[in-house]
DNA sequence: CCCTGATTCGC
DNA sequence: GCGAATCAGG
């Protein structure tokens, strides 16, 4: 897939605005890798946001001039938000505003689905973080998901609420 | 094992 | 220019 005016806009979005460079590739859709990203970042001259692996060091080697960039990117990303319907993520966190949700277009095999809200509510979303393999949820979700059997003796035997209108087995 | 970004190098 | 493979680390 090219690398669209659109596309790098979102790549660029999301790489200030703190997004993973995986998170990205998956928020570009499908056929693009965390490595394409990175590898797109850096080409843009994007470079070099702290690596958990690479040391951010700077430590007396650096006569005091070191302004720690971290400060907020402030008004980050316009970008060019089109009329039409976006595929995915329009999320900026904004760095101190509030966190990124995990929407409906979001989701996929490697995302936590785990519902977080109401449907239909404004601040409905999904939980998102990476689902373990094979299960549509988190480790923590899975917990919750998938309970393993009590001995029969313990387990509660009244039948379940019966919604209204539901047809009855 | 999951993940992170960085770098290399054949295409 | 692109990105898979690899590296190096959490």
Redesign the pocket.
Known sequence: ???TDERIAQLKAGWEGGM????IAEALGEG?????V??????LGL???P????GTEDVAAAPAAKPVATAAPAAVVPVSVPTVPRPAVAKKPARTGKAARTTLLDLNE?ICKWPIGHPGDADFHFCGK?AQ?GFPYCTEHCLVAYQAQLPRRDRDRRPPPQMPGMPRR
């Open positions: 897939m090219a690398w993973t460079a995986s998170q693009v890798s965390r490595n394409a990175i590898g797109k970042a850096h080409r470079e070099s946001r690596s958990p692996v690479k490697k990476s393999a």
